[in-house]
Each structure stands twice: as structure tokens, then as C-alpha cells.
């Protein structure tokens, strides 16, 4: 019997206890008990024929049927450890037979279960476009079943497990290939701990293979807990003080590292998954303002929401019912929306924003300038700040065009009550050209970057920051 290298855990002896078979058949067929393949196993074994060449097989059969139907494969890799100072043979046994009996209760249809060696099994199903979506779902689930409690002669064991999994065509196209894949994968998911779940890992310089997870893993990242908020201030030109800050989603990928906004954000809005990550921005951005405010710390915050959680969702009511869960005044919370947003479905935004605004919510209309029809809908909109796109503030020392757009828009914004933002400042000359316009509150790189929010109470929470020391 080997030992892992953790201490307390020894590898579960599955050698002889089941050998490559396909998931139950239905009762009343031939050969429906899941352990027949026990004795082939050992045949095989005395035969000196290594399971892994046997899995091979099941994989080339798999591939070929996935090459038939022209769809999609995904192989999970399933790697078992047991707990135990000392296990005896008979006990490990019967442990290796539950822990099948669960495999196959994961598995389903057309699902095959097989052993690759003493501790390691692989389950392989057709996949459609989504498989990579499949193989995180059937990792769950795997390690979920294999996690509950065994009884084995009286003894309580604990199962860990861990998971690798590749898929067929994006990783690897022949068996060997695609098994070594999921190797590499299972290798990494024990590296990270037990119980953990690895893909393929995406190889540095491989733009394909990384827009090709956040596809494939965007739907559930917030169910996931893999969102987190950084917050950009806003600050007051004239004294250098922080007036708020921006909340900006970040997803903390398990293999990309931090993925900005601009990779996903625009995939969930047409993807139809915009909605969960929208609301549990708002959530978290909620719980942190009650932080905050707990630490002593009065700071707004500003929440972006898109043009179809106005369409999908009741999404005045859900903003109300959040700031009143995490018992956060309205007044503390600032909507920012894109002009695109309000031109879907205008009278449905304006009848929302103005039930927002009734309760003291602020309203900001975001990148400012790059709609058809901005000067109009000013005066229709319940706005409270224009935040004027970074596209008109770069340069603007430099570019005489910039600098009038900036002028007239800061105008037309005074003379109807509304504050203006610079977005976008990436230099002490914007900073300069914002103030000679009468600009007198910006964001931007050169002010103060996206932060976490415990960077940000330690930076910026104890007093004003003094212009030019935000960016340090």
C-alpha cells in the first residue's frame, strides 16, 4: 500500500476492485450489477496488461463517437485518498466499492466510468459548446458525493479527492493526448489542496485559450465567489478631497489571475448573465458602504448597472430592497447607467430612475458624449452627475476640439444643476486643462487607481488626500 506524501493519508487500494466499465444499465438488462467488471479486472491484472492502457481504449471509443455525433468530450480525472494511520486490506476494499457505487450515481446516459490506476478514476461524457461548463458542474458533484461520510466495519473514513479535467477538441484531440491533459490538470487540483478542482491549464502567452475560460466560466463566477470589487475615487480638484469612490468588478479567476472588466463585462451583457453579476455588485458594494460606516468612514459609492437589468429585472425595487437589507441610506448609493442604456427602453428607465431618485438614490449618467442623443436627454432624465467619456479628457491640454467639447458640456451641466466628472485623468496637465474649463471633480489613474477596499480605508479613510499622493 503507498503512502502519500501528507501525512495521515494513505492511497485507497483499488487494485482488482473495479475495472473500466460503463455506467449502470437499466434494471432488467443483462449485466446490471456495477461490480462484474471486478473480476475482469483482476483477470487483467494477472494477464500484466496496465489499466491505463485499457482506459486509453475507452477513451479512443469515446472520441470516435464524439467525432460521429460531431459534438464535444469532457474527461474528469478523479484522484482518491483515504485517511488513515493504518487501513486494512478488506476495509480498503469495501471503501473503493462505495466510493464506485457514488461515481456512477454522478454519472449519467452515455457516462463512463473507468479506472486508471490504483487511486484514479476517469469519467468521460459527451459535451456540447458548454464543456468546460460541464466539467466544473460534474467536478462538484463528484467531490460532493465523495466527500459525505463512510462507514466501513464500524470505522468512520474520511474520502478526499481531487479533480483534473480536459476536454476534446480544445485541449487534445487524441487519447494519450487528452488523458496527459487531465493528468496535468488532476496534478495541479492536489497541489491546491484536497478536495479541489483543476482544468487544463492555460498556457502563458495563449490569448485562444484564455478567452476560451472566460467564455466557458463567466456563468456562475459570482455563485463561485470568485467576484471581488476594487474602488477608483472621485476627487474634488479644487481641495484635493475624495467626494466617492467607483465600485469596479474584478473576477478572480483560479487560472487567469485578475480579469478586468473589459474582458467580461461585455460578454455577460450578451450572454444573459449580466444580471446575477450586477446584483451581487451592488450587494457587496452595499455590505462594504455598512463597513465603512461601522469603521466611521462616510464615503459614496457608485454602482454601474446595464441597459438589460432595466429590461429583465425590477431593478429599481431590487436596489431599494438591498439598500434596506444591508440598512444603507440611499443617499449613500450612486447609479451609474450609459446614455445606451436610457435610448432601449427610455420610458421604463426614466419611470425607475425616477423612483430611485425619490428615495434619495443619485443618479449619473456614464461615459457622457458617446451617445446620439446626450443634450436632449438631460433634460428628461432625473440626473444628478455626467461623468464625461475618457475619450474627450485625454489630450485635452493638447487638443483644442477636446478641450470645447469639455467646456460646453460643463456649461450646458451648470446652468441645469447637474455636477460634471472627468473620467479618464491620466495626467497633471488634464488635471490643469479640467480646472481652466471649470471642471472641477475627475477620476482616473493619475488621481488615485482601483483599489481593494482595504487599501482604500488605509489610504484614503483617515482625512482629504492632497492632489498628486493618490497615485503613489
Not at 352 to 371: M, Q, S
Not at 376 to 398: E, H, M, W
Not at 439 to 452: D, I, R, V
Amino acid at each position: 500500500m503507498r503512502r502519500s506524501v501528507a501525512a495521515g493519508i494513505v492511497d485507497l487500494g483499488l487494485a482488482g476492485a473495479v475495472g473500466p466499465i460503463r455506467a449502470p444499465r437499466q434494471s432488467g438488462s443483462s449485466g446490471s450489477n456495477p461490480h462484474d467488471g471486478a473480476k475482469s479486472s483482476v483477470a487483467r491484472k494477472a494477464s500484466g496488461l496496465p489499466d491505463r492502457l485499457l482506459t486509453l481504449d475507452r477513451i479512443g471509443d469515446a472520441l470516435a463517437g464524439a467525432h460521429r455525433s460531431a459534438r464535444g468530450l469532457v474527461l474528469l480525472l478523479v484522484g482518491v485518498d483515504v485517511a488513515a494511520a493504518a487501513t486494512p486490506s478488506h476495509d480498503l476494499h469495501a471503501l473503493a466499492l462505495e466510493a464506485t457505487d457514488r461515481l456512477h450515481g454522478v454519472a449519467s446516459g452515455e457516462a463512463i466510468v473507468a479506472r486508471v490506476s490504483d487511486n484514479t478514476f476517469a469519467l468521460m461524457m459527451a459535451a456540447g459548446a458548454r464543456s468546460s461548463a460541464l466539467g466544473s458542474r460534474m467536478a462538484s458533484r463528484v467531490l460532493e458525493a465523495l466527500a459525505r461520510p463512510y462507514t466501513v466495519s464500524g470505522r468512520a473514513l474520511r474520502v478526499n479527492a481531487s479533480v483534473g479535467s480536459s476536454t476534446f477538441p480544445r485541449d487534445a484531440t487524441r487519447p494519450d493526448a487528452l488523458l496527459e491533459s487531465a493528468e496535468r490538470a488532476l496534478d495541479a487540483a492536489r497541489r491546491a489542496g484536497p478536495n479541489s478542482y483543476r482544468c487544463v491549464p492555460v498556457q502563458a502567452g495563449s490569448p485562444v485559450e484564455a478567452d476560451m475560460l472566460i467564455r466557458t466560466q463567466l456563468d456562475g463566477a459570482a455563485a463561485r465567489d470568485e467576484l471581488e470589487l476594487h474602488y477608483q475615487p472621485k476627487f474634488d480638484l479644487s481641495t484635493g478631497a475624495v467626494t466617492g469612490v467607483e465600485a469596479l468588478v474584478r473576477w478572480r479567476h483560479p487560472q487567469l489571475g485578475l480579469v478586468a472588466p473589459s474582458r467580461f463585462i461585455p460578454l455577460a451583457e450578451s450572454n444573459g448573465v449580466i444580471a446575477p453579476i450586477g446584483e451581487w455588485v451592488l450587494a457587496e458594494a452595499c455590505r462594504q458602504v455598512r463597513r465603512w460606516q461601522d469603521e466611521g468612514i462616510q464615503v459614496p459609492v457608485g454602482v454601474n448597472v446595464s441597459a438589460r437589468q432595466f429590461r429583465e429585472t425590477d431593478l429599481a425595487g431590487d436596489i431599494l430592497a438591498t439598500l434596506g437589507e444591508h440598512r444603507v441610506d440611499p443617499h449613500w448609493i450612486e447609479i451609474e447607467l450609459t446614455e445606451s442604456a436610457v435610448m432601449d427602453d427610455t420610458e421604463r428607465v426614466v419611470a425607475a430612475l425616477d423612483r430611485l431618485k425619490a428615495h434619495g438614490v443619485r443618479i449619473a449618467v456614464d461615459d457622457f458624449g458617446t451617445g446620439y442623443a446626450s443634450l436632449s436627454y438631460l433634460t428628461r432624465l432625473p440626473v444628478d452627475v455626467v461623468k464625461i467619456d475618457q475619450s474627450f479628457v485625454q489630450d485635452i491640454a493638447r487638443r483644442a476640439d477636446n478641450g470645447a467639447i469639455v467646456l460646453a458640456i460643463v456649461r450646458l451641466a451648470r446652468n441645469l444643476g447637474i455636477e460634471v466628472i472627468a473620467e479618464g485623468v491620466e495626467t497633471g496637465r488634464d488635471v490643469v486643462a479640467l480646472r481652466a474649463r471649470g471642471c472641477n471633480h475627475a477620476q482616473g489613474y493619475f488621481l488615485g487607481k482601483p483599489t481593494s477596499a482595504a487599501e482604500f480605508a488605509a489610504r484614503h479613510g483617515a482625512a482629504p488626500v492632497l492632489l498628486g499622493r493618490a497615485s503613489s
